[in-house]
């Protein structure tokens, strides 16, 4: 994370629960992030989406009226949002693997499981902002590409990635 510099990015953080919003945002200080814009829910933070044009969304898994997986379907697949390519790091004390799945099958991009240290968000962010996975759009789906790896089959029908 050599030359990190998160002085000019815009960050959107939604999150239900004020201390950790506060922990978040001065972690996100520390690592040279100032420009942080906070919510308390998933409708809010789309609504401010509107008016703040965040470089990353970071959101918490559960919360109420509209918790992470809503919020991020939302922004991916309705129309008329202001950004739905922007990056979504969702964070959670959460980390069943099927719940790690719904988020991915929501569009999050990176997954942080609580308790969180400022490595392991600044690792997570470099990662989603140095090296973005294309879009993929399909009838029942929107959001980064969810597969990690590209693993070779030969089979004659094998789709390519061109």
Same mark, same amino acid.
């Given at each position: 994370?050599? =030359?990190?510099? =998160?002085?000019?990015?815009k ?8 201390h ?21 829910? =998933? ?10 044009p965040?470089?990353?969304? @970071? ?5 109420t009226?509209?918790?992470g ?10 129309p008329?949002?202001a950004?739905?390519?922007? !990056?979504?790091?969702m964070?959670t004390g959460? %980390?069943? !693997? ?8 929501a ?8 308790p @969180? ?7 997570? @962010?470099?990662?989603?902002?140095? %090296?973005p996975?294309?879009f993929v ?5 929107? =959001? !980064? ?5 590209? %693993? !070779?089959?030969?089979?004659p ?6």
């Amino acid at each position: 994370m050599i =030359g990190f510099d =998160g002085g000019q990015l815009k960050v959107l953080l939604v999150e239900d629960n004020e201390h950790f919003r506060r922990l978040l945002r001065t972690v996100l200080q520390a690592l040279g992030i100032t420009d942080v814009r906070e919510e308390a829910d =998933g409708g809010a933070g789309l609504a401010a989406l509107a008016t703040y044009p965040a470089d990353l969304v @970071i959101v918490d898994y559960r919360m109420t009226p509209m918790d992470g997986l809503e919020f991020t379907r939302r922004l991916r697949r309705e129309p008329g949002q202001a950004n739905p390519y922007v !990056p979504v790091l969702m964070v959670t004390g959460y %980390t069943e !693997p099927r719940l790690v799945a719904q988020a991915r099958d929501a569009g999050v991009n990176e997954f942080l499981a609580k308790p @969180i240290s400022a490595k392991m968000l600044l690792s997570r @962010i470099v990662q989603v902002l140095q %090296t973005p996975r294309a879009f993929v759009s399909a009838s029942d789906y929107f =959001g !980064p590409d969810r597969r990690r790896r590209q %693993t !070779p089959i030969a089979h004659p029908e094998r789709r390519r990635c061109e």
